[in-house]
């Protein structure tokens, strides 16, 4: 069977955004990847900027009339059957993410190989840079991790389900252990602690914050491989050079069989 190709990228809400964004928009039209699955978009305007950069994409979701909930995006080559956005609870310290209405989405897309549920979902940050588990946010991550638990025990087992985006938690965590074996998911990356952020002067070693888990349906398996895209800097439409975003992109290669 044929690899179904997907990526999630956190597209960095500010900067030169428009610019960054016809770019990435014109990286995924020379692209060959069948599900596009982004966050931090933030406005319908730079949804529409991603769409007519790459129009092979035919078929997309996203919800709100100026501000898009979540700021999520997905794209895909292949229908969309069915999609909703379900926002995560309001709990912990106030902070400007509530503006952002963070949340999941959850797509039903039909691919050659049959449904295939995608949750593309960035979850709040942890603003202390503290993953222990009597951290003030470490409540906040549980609290919505067992909402895209709920939903992946509504999808039901005959349909494989994929769980990517910005996850706010390190790879090596015990929240995203703990998570993982609650729900059957198995971390395409397992065991690569290389950092998704970008590192800087003033975060030298950020942690492993993007990640791509995935469950295969009852009876079937689900393989393949992850690798980081988007490192380097790009040319922009002006000629100048920059990084699409403060995070890499996260690519996965998924093959169903039976």
Request: proline share 6%; net charge positive; glycine share 8%.
């Amino acid at each position: 069977m044929k690899a179904l190709r997907l990526l999630t990228m956190n597209t960095l809400f500010t900067g030169d955004v428009p610019a960054r964004l016809r770019a990435l928009g014109a990286a995924l039209a020379e692209s060959d990847y069948d599900i596009v699955c982004l966050q931090e978009v933030m406005y319908r305007r730079n949804a529409r900027l991603i769409r007519r950069a790459a129009p092979a994409y035919r078929h997309f979701a996203c919800s709100g009339t100026v501000l898009l909930k979540g700021g999520l995006v997905l794209l895909s080559r292949w229908p969309i059957i069915r999609w909703r956005f379900v926002r995560y609870p309001m709990t912990g310290p106030v902070r400007g993410e509530f503006i952002m209405r963070k949340g999941a989405q959850v797509a039903s897309v039909a691919t050659p190989d049959g449904e295939l549920v995608v949750v593309n979902t960035h979850l709040s940050a942890n603003r202390d840079d503290d993953w222990s588990p009597t951290n003030r946010y470490t409540a906040i991550a549980e609290a919505e991790l067992a909402l895209v638990a709920e939903l992946i025990e509504d999808v039901g087992p005959s349909v494989p389900v994929a769980v990517v985006g910005d996850l706010n938690i390190p790879r090596d965590s015990a929240v995203l252990a703990a998570f993982v074996a609650a729900t059957g998911l198995r971390d395409v990356l397992a065991g690569d602690t290389r950092p998704t952020y970008r590192p800087t002067p003033r975060w030298p070693s950020p942690p492993a914050l993007d990640h791509v888990l995935v469950r295969a349906a009852a009876g079937e398996t689900l393989t393949g491989g992850a690798d980081f895209v988007f490192q380097d800097e790009v040319t922009l439409g002006d000629g100048r050079r920059a990084h699409l975003s403060d995070h890499y992109g996260v690519q996965a290669q998924l093959i169903r069989s039976k």
